[in-house]
């Protein structure tokens, strides 16, 4: 049986990353794909747990440590659903992964990008994504589309523009570095232009067809 792909949705927050998660892993089985959508961090308890914690506005957590609990949590899935998916030939859908990490943390956070993905290369034992679909939105933009939702703002989300500004470069930076992996999309459109333009960065996967716009 033929490996899946890992494909992974990364973006600032407001990007609309879930957004389109839940219609791209929609319009893939409709066309016959094998999908299973996992959120990060999370996607089997251990990591929901650790979400708790790195997400809790109550809780003092130091840049190293945050770093180190993304990872945790990553570890632990990559192990428990992510991998035996892929061995299995299914098409893994991951609203985020290592990148986020290396931009949240390592620039964001300024602990270094490749500080970072050390610590990742550990916890995911070295693997990558097939293909990333990078939403690109001006951090502005994306905020106030935060500002607007019903749930309260967590621990990250409460950062400043400076941080999501240099999250923002940071994405921006990893798209250019790898441009065989990385599709960039304008996030500003429609809901279904992104969708649209997602399943057209896939479509030489041979996941699905694109459709035209």
């Known amino acids: 049986m033929a490996r899946g792909n890992l494909i992974t949705i990364e973006g600032i927050d407001g990007a609309g990353k879930s957004t389109l998660a839940d219609a791209l892993a929609a319009e893939l089985r409709r066309a016959g794909a ?67 990490s290396l931009a949240y943390q390592g620039a964001g956070r300024e602990l270094g990008v490749e500080r970072v993905r050390a610590i990742n290369e550990l916890a ?32 990250l989300e409460r950062e400043d523009e400076r941080f999501f500004a240099a999250v923002a470069r940071a994405y921006d930076e990893l798209a250019r570095a790898e441009p065989e992996r990385f599709r960039t999309i304008d996030a500003t459109q429609p809901p279904g232009a992104v969708l649209a333009d997602a399943l057209a960065a896939l479509a030489d996967l041979g996941l699905a067809a694109a459709p035209a716009h």
């Open 124 to 155: 995911t034992g070295g693997l990558a994504a097939t293909r990333t679909l990078l939403l690109r939105i001006d951090p502005t933009a994306g905020r106030a589309r935060q500002q607007g939702r019903d749930d309260a703002p967590d621990r």
């Open 34 to 100: 094998r999908v299973e959508l996992l959120r990060e961090p999370g996607g089997v308890e251990l990591s929901e747990r650790i979400r708790a914690l790195v997400k809790d506005p109550s809780l003092t957590v130091g840049a190293r440590a945050e770093a180190l609990l993304y990872a945790a949590a990553r570890a632990q899935l990559v192990q428990e659903r992510v991998e035996p998916l892929l061995q299995d030939g299914a098409t893994v859908l991951l609203d985020r992964f290592v990148d986020s």
